[in-house]
């Protein structure tokens, strides 16, 4: 059976899997997004920075569904930090993606990319009361971060009013941040998993595919079915119809004995 919609703190439903779109140009996103909605993803993981967002919110205005009834998602640049330039970087995501409100809308990360590590607690602080206050407007259904570890979490909640609904992060066989889950678990935020399928580097390994054609899957269906046995909501990516249509298709169980293997698992891209 397939896990229903995931329930953030604040009551917001959102679907339990979701397509993502990094690393899918602006001129492959319309077809990509609109492939995804015609095979029933009512969920779109989009950003700034994947510079996608005007076709990923066109696919959606031309597609035949209601705004109400597909989840979008957002996030504010790495290297933007602070209350007016996350005010500037949200309005241009609702420009971009022409829509009136975000469903989730997280910071991409605690730190700039290109100084991975480094202290921007004050940033991320200020940018996070800008969200709050756009989460009060209305503007947006609920708010969140992506790729923060405990201490960057903790600092939040300890200057700020909101806890996080979500923290994106990569997660997937071989990587499950268990620490970093435990802790989300005790503060209800719900925790996304980006790179289910680790990029693609697990697809060709063999323990993964022995398991699959055990359950008479793909690899990528084990992949993220597993994401979803531990708690956490896939956001798998794609270009390809039939994989997009198969990535949805994963309304199996993974018996206790095989989930253990799988988290004992080493990290393939070590």
Known sequence: MTKGNFVFHNNVEIPNLGFGTWQIPNEEAYDAVTMALKNGYTHIDTALAYKNEENVGKAIKDFDISREDVFITSKLPAQTKGYDETMDAFNETISNLGVDYLDLYLIHAPWPWDEKGKD?????IQSWKAMEKLYNDGKIRAIGVS??????????????????MANQIPFYVGRD????????????IVVEAYSPLATGQLLDN????????????????????????RDTLPLPKS???ERIKQNKQVDFEISQDDLKQLMDMEDVRK
Do not use: W
Request: aromatic share 8%.
């Open 239 to 241: 270009t390809h119809e």
């Open 120 to 124: 921007y607690t004050e940033g991320n």
């Open 177 to 188: 941040q268990e620490e970093l889950l435990t802790f989300c678990k005790q503060h209800e």
């Open 206 to 229: 063999q323990d993964v595919k022995d398991m699959a054609d055990k359950y008479s899957v793909t690899p990528a269906q084990l992949l993220i079915r597993y994401c979803l046995e």
């Open 147 to 164: 790729n923060f570890e405990i201490s960057d979490i903790q600092a939040l909640l300890d200057n700020c009013d909101i806890v996080p």
